[in-house]
Structures are given as structure tokens and as C-alpha cells.
């Protein structure tokens, strides 16, 4: 149940979706997991239903036509913790062959148990990618 708003021009597009009743299935294969309550998963279980809000926004932007950034934002709550989530790709294409990707990544979860090893809610990743491209 809920709303998704969609805008679309030739040099970009922009998706908005709200959910105030939305579900996530979570499932965990792996029995190396040590703590499976980081992904809300009871001791001794192996998957977990989670109820609760979900915002969802994607944008694409033609910048050049060398150049383009995509972005997608989620924000899902079950009223007790938080987990967001904002991916960021910008794609450049140097020449004909060449190309190369930064991707950056940023996470909130409350969910998490705070440690001495990890004691901050927050998660960052990047990527930088250079790749060879042909068309014919």
C-alpha cells in the first residue's frame, strides 16, 4: 500500500515512492553468521518478517553525454529501529574505449549492537571502477 510519483525529462528521471505499510522478508543462508540479531533475526531462526514504513526515491541525470549520476535513497522503519540506505553512482566516459565508475554508499542501521569494534550506526562504501567498452 502507497504512493509512487514518477517525473520524467529527456535529461532525467525522478521516481517517489511512500509506503505506510510495507514488509521485509529477511532470510540468512550463511551459518557462519555469528550474530544474526545485526539483521533482525533471532538466535536459532533463520529468516524474520518485519512490518512497518518505507520511503523509496530513485534519480537519474543525463549530465553530459559523457557523464551521468544515479541516485537512490530508501528509509524503512518498523517504528522501533531504522535502516537507510543512499547509493550514489556517477558513470564517465572518458573515450570511445575507456569508462570508469565511482560508486559511494552510505548506511544507517539502529538495529546494530554497538561494540568496542563497531561503535557507530553508520556504514561507508566506495568504488572506483576503470573499465574497456567496445560497440559495433
Known sequence: VGLDY???????SLSLMGAPFSYTFVYIDNEKIINPSSFSVEPG???ANLFGSKITANFNWKVTKDISYVT??????????????????FEFKLNRYLSTKLF?????????????????????????????????
Open 6 to 12: 514518477k517525473l520524467n525529462k529527456p535529461k532525467y
Open 45 to 47: 531462526h533463520s529468516s
Open 72 to 89: 537512490k535513497f530508501e528509509y524503512f522503519t518498523t517504528y522501533d529501529k531504522v535502516v537507510a540506505s543512499w547509493e550514489n553512482t
Open 104 to 136: 559511494l554508499h552510505g548506511r544507517y542501521d539502529d538495529g546494530v549492537t554497538l561494540s568496542e569494534d563497531n561503535d557507530t550506526y553508520f556504514q561507508f562504501k566506495e568504488m572506483l571502477t576503470f573499465g574497456l567498452s567496445y560497440s559495433w
